[in-house]
C-alpha cells in the first residue's frame, strides 16, 4: 500500500542530484520498522539505483536532548543498538554522529542524492528542520511516522480540549490506520564503509564514555529497543489488556501498556500499536476504545499542543488565561504545606501515598497516569507560587520520567495548572482549577499500590547500579 500523501512534505523540490546513497536522518523514529519516512527512503534509493544510509546524530551532556541524563541516553543507546541490527539485515546502513542532528545531516548530506527527514514538533526538533533546510541544497523530504493522523492534516490550530480534537480526528484517522509493509532493499549498503563516531553495538561501553548527567541512573524496568517494544506490547494484549475499560484507572491493576517511553523514543509506531489493539482478541469493544483514546485522542491532542502554541514550556504561556487568572487570584492564599524541589524530589512530604508515587518515578522512571495528575496537583497545591510549582514539576517530570521531554509532558503538566480543561468549583490556592485531593486514592487499592512499588524499587536498588 502507497504511504499517505498526508504524511509527505517536500521542503526543498528539486531534482535528486549525484549522490552516493539516500540519506535518511532518523531523529524521531529510531526503529527499522513500521516507520514510514525509512520507507520513503528505500522507495527513493531503489529508484534511483542507490543504498540507503540512516544517520543519526548524538551529543554529550544533553546539549540536544535538554535535561536528559544517563537514565534517557542508556534507554536511546540500546534501542539505537536494535534499531542498527533491524536496519543491517535490511541492507541499511548506519552511522551515528557525534553532532547535532543538523549537523550530523549536513556532514552526511554531502555525499547524499536526496535527504529525508522523520518528524517532531517539539521547538528543539524545529530548529533542527530549519537548520538543515537553510544547509543543504539537495531534494528534502519530511514524512510524518510518530503520529496516526498528521498534525497538520487534523486541524492547523491549536484545539481547545480533547473533545474539539476527537471528531477530528475521528473523522480523519481511518486511511491513517493501515499497515505499513516494508519495502525491499535492492542496492544495500554493504560496501559504502561510513564509520560511526559511536559504537552502539555496546550501549554500556558507549554510556560509560560519554560525559553527561549520571545522577539519574538507568533503570532495569525498562530496556530499549524496538524488539522489546513490540514483545511488550504483544505481551500485554495477550494478558492485562483484557480490562483496559474498567480498570486503567487503578494503578495497582496493572493494566496499562508501559508503552510510553517506546513511543517517546520512537522505538515502536503509534499506527501499528492502534492495528494491534484493533486487532487483539483479548478484550472487548470498551477496552479497545479506551486504550485508542489514550494512544490517538490523548497523545495527538498534546503534538497539537506542542505544535501550534510554541510557548508549551512557559507558565505564561501554556496555561490559558481564566486559569493563570484564578490561580492568581488565591496567589496569597496560605499553603498547608510547603515543600522545596530538593524534598519533592527525595520524597520527604507528610504524605506516603505521594512520596511513594515520587519514589517510583525516582527509582524506576515510570508512573501509572492516576498518579500523575495526583503528584502533579499536590505540588501546585505544596508550592509558594503556580509558576514554580509549573516550573518544579516539568523539571521533576522530564529528570526522572524515560517518557519525559515528550510532548505529552508538556501538556499533561499544563493541563494540571488548567490547559484542555474548564473552570471547577472555587476553593483555596486553586481558584476555579480542578483539585485533586485524597478521593483520588479512595478510587483504587493504595495500599495495594504502596506494596507494589516497594516490590518495584527494592529490585532496582538491590542490584548493583547500571553504568
Ligand atoms: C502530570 C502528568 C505528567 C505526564 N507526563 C508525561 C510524560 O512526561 N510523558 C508521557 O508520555 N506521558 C505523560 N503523561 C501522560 C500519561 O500519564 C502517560 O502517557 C501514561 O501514564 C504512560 O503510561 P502507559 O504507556 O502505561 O499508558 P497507557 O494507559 O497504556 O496508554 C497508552 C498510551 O496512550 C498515551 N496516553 C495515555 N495517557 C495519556 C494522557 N493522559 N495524555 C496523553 N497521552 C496519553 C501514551 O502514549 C501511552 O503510552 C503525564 C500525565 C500527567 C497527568
Known amino acids: 500500500m502507497a504511504i499517505q500523501a498526508g504524511r509527505i512534505r517536500v521542503l526543498k523540490d528539486v531534482e535528486p542530484r549525484d549522490g552516493a546513497y539516500v540519506l535518511y536522518l532518523m531523529q524521531q523514529g529510531m526503529r527499522s520498522r513500521d516507520n514510514p519516512a525509512l520507507e520513503v527512503a528505500v522507495e527513493e534509493a531503489n529508484r534511483l539505483g542507490l543504498p540507503v544510509v540512516a544517520g543519526f546524530g548524538l551529543l554529550d551532556g544533553g546539549a540536544h536532548f535538554p535535561e536528559a541524563n544517563a537514565r534517557h541516553y542508556a534507554f536511546l543507546l540500546q534501542g539505537l543498538r536494535d534499531a542498527k541490527a533491524g536496519l543491517e539485515r535490511r541492507g541499511i546502513a548506519f552511522v551515528l554522529r557525534r553532532a547535532t542532528p543538523a549537523k550530523a545531516a549536513l556532514a552526511l548530506g554531502r555525499k547524499a542524492a536526496m535527504l529525508v527527514l522523520d518528524r517532531g514538533y517539539l521547538t528543539i526538533q524545529k530548529s533542527w528542520y530549519a537548520e538543515i ?33 476527537r471528531p477530528k480526528l475521528h473523522r480523519t484517522w481511518e ?62 494484549l495477550a494478558g492485562p489488556f483484557s480490562d483496559y475499560g474498567t480498570v486503567r484507572n487503578r494503578p495497582e491493576a496493572g493494566a496499562a501498556s508501559h508503552l510510553s517511553p517506546y513511543l517517546h523514543f520512537g522505538q515502536i509506531s503509534p499506527v501499528a500499536a492502534a492495528l494491534k489493539v484493533r486487532a487483539a482478541k483479548t478484550g472487548g469493544p470498551e477496552d479497545r476504545a479506551a486504550f485508542l483514546e489514550e494512544l490517538i485522542v490523548r497523545r495527538e491532542l498534546a503534538m497539537n499542543h506542542v505544535h501550534t502554541n510554541p510557548g508549551y514550556d512557559a507558565y ?46 525516582r527509582v524506576t522512571g515510570y508512573m501509572h497516569n492516576h498518579l500523575r495528575m495526583y503528584w502533579g ?12 510549582a509549573f516550573a518544579v514539576t516539568l523539571r521533576l517530570n522530564n529528570r526522572y520520567f524515560l517518557d519525559g521531554r515528550d510532548a505529552n509532558s508538556f501538556t499533561n503538566v499544563a493541563w494540571l495548572f488548567g490547559l484542555h480543561d ?37 529490585a532496582e536498588e538491590e542490584q548493583s547500579p547500571i553504568t
Not at 563516531?197 to 532495569?220: F, G, K, N, Y
Not at 515543600?339 to 512530604?349: H, M, N
Not at 496537583?377 to 514554580?388: A, C, D, R, T, Y
Not at 471547577?424 to 490556592?429: A, H, L, P
Open 133 to 165: 533546510a537553510e544547509g543543504f541544497d539537495g531534494r528534502l523530504i519530511q514524512v510524518e511516522g510518530d503520529v496516526v493522523v498528521p498534525v497538520d492534516v487534523v486541524t492547523n490550530k491549536h484545539e481547545f480540549a480533547a473533545r474539539t480534537l
Open 175 to 236: 486511511p491513517y490506520l493501515a499497515p505499513l509493509r516494508a519495502r525491499t532493499v535492492k542496492h544495500p549498503a554493504d560496501d559504502l564503509h561510513l564509520k560511526s563516531d559511536i559504537d552502539v553495538s555496546d550501549p554500556d561501553a558507549a554510556l560509560a564514555a560519554m560525559t553527561l548527567d549520571r545522577s539519574v541512573t538507568p533503570v532495569r524496568r525498562f530496556h530499549g529497543g524496538e524488539t522489546e517494544a513490540y514483545r511488550r506490547l504483544d505481551a500485554y
Open 316 to 361: 505564561a504561556q501554556a496555561v490559558p488565561d481564566w486559569a493563570r487568572n484564578a490561580l492568581a487570584e488565591h496567589a496569597d492564599d496560605p499553603r498547608p504545606h510547603l515543600y522545596d524541589e530538593e524534598a519533592l524530589a527525595e520524597g520527604r512530604t507528610h504524605d506516603e501515598y505521594w512520596n511513594a508515587a515520587m519514589r517510583e518515578m
Open 377 to 388: 496537583k499536590k505540588i501546585l497545591e505544596w508550592s509558594p507560587s503556580p509558576e514554580e
Open 422 to 458: 474548564r473552570p471547577w468549583g472555587r476553593r483555596k490556592v486553586f481558584g476555579t482549577v480542578r483539585y485533586l485531593g485524597q478521593n483520588t486514592l479512595k478510587k483504587f487499592d493504595a495500599k495495594a499500590y504502596l506494596k507494589a512499588v516497594d516490590e518495584l524499587c527494592r
